[in-house]
């Protein structure tokens, strides 16, 4: 099976404007998580979309959405970027139901904001 | 709330030397736990987890780590370490009271293995 794909793999915006990050998960996949890594705040959790319901949001602002799609897909949206936006966003997906499945990562988007 | 602590930022090693990883959470309410690997310009690659049953969980790449539980550790061990194996390791928890699969990382540790 293919892995978790991301798409774009690096993106450079800058102040003000917007960015959608997309996602595709393993085929049968029915979980996505999105997370940010940073030097400064480590991993961190965005939101979590399991059969395009989302379960769980972390403490991010408003700017930071995302959603899932019919066929599993997720796109995250950051509107507004400010530089502390600039990041490693990581998508995982899981079979589901069980908790206990291993989250499988996708190498990431590395955004830059100017 | 649930936190995870790696309080070694970079651990240094000779090559074929065994080596520990440290992993403290914080709370005593039911966890799964989990070590991810990360390499340079990678996303992260399970090594092992611990969902139940034995507290000696056996991962890939010769990783192995114990659940203690009076002690909320999940150290990470490896009795001999390659060069291949420089990267950074994170420890991460699931809280079985949460229905999403939101994983809580440490901040992880810097793996340097040195010929």
């Known amino acids: 099976k293919a892995g978790v794909t991301q798409t774009p793999r690096y993106l450079i915006k800058t102040r003000g404007q917007q960015v959608t990050l997309s996602c595709s998960p393993i085929?049968?996949?029915?979980?996505v998580s999105w997370y940010q890594q940073t030097p400064g705040q480590g991993l961190q959790f965005l939101f979590e979309?399991?059969?395009?319901?989302?379960?769980n949001k972390g403490n991010f602002p408003g700017r930071f959405s995302g959603r899932q799609f019919s066929n599993s897909r997720s796109e995250m949206n950051v509107s507004t970027l400010e530089l502390g936006d600039s990041a490693l966003y990581l998508c995982?997906?899981?079979?589901?139901?069980?908790?206990?499945?291993?989250?499988?990562f996708g190498p990431g988007t590395r955004l830059l904001v100017l | 709330a649930q936190s995870v602590t790696q309080l070694d930022s970079q651990v240094p090693v000779f090559e074929e030397a065994p080596v520990e990883l440290r992993c403290n959470y914080s709370?005593?309410?039911?966890?799964?736990l989990f070590w991810y690997v990360q390499y340079p310009n990678q996303g992260l690659q399970l090594l092992l987890k611990?969902?139940?049953?034995?507290?000696l969980v056996k991962g890939i790449n010769g990783f192995e780590a114990e659940f203690n539980k009076s002690q909320t550790s999940f150290h990470l061990r490896k009795p001999s370490v390659h060069i291949s194996d420089t990267a950074e390791y994170f420890c991460?928890?699931?809280?079985?009271?949460?229905?999403?699969?939101?994983?809580?990382f440490g901040s992880g540790t810097r793996l340097l293995v040195r010929p």
């Open positions: 979309y399991f059969s395009e319901t989302q379960r």
């Open positions: 611990y969902l139940s049953g034995s507290t």
């Open positions: 085929s049968g996949h029915r979980s």
């Open positions: 709370s005593s309410v039911s966890v799964y």
């Open positions: 995982a997906s899981s079979q589901g139901p069980s908790k206990g499945e291993t989250q499988y």
């Open positions: 991460a928890v699931s809280d079985l009271g949460d229905s999403s699969y939101k994983l809580i």
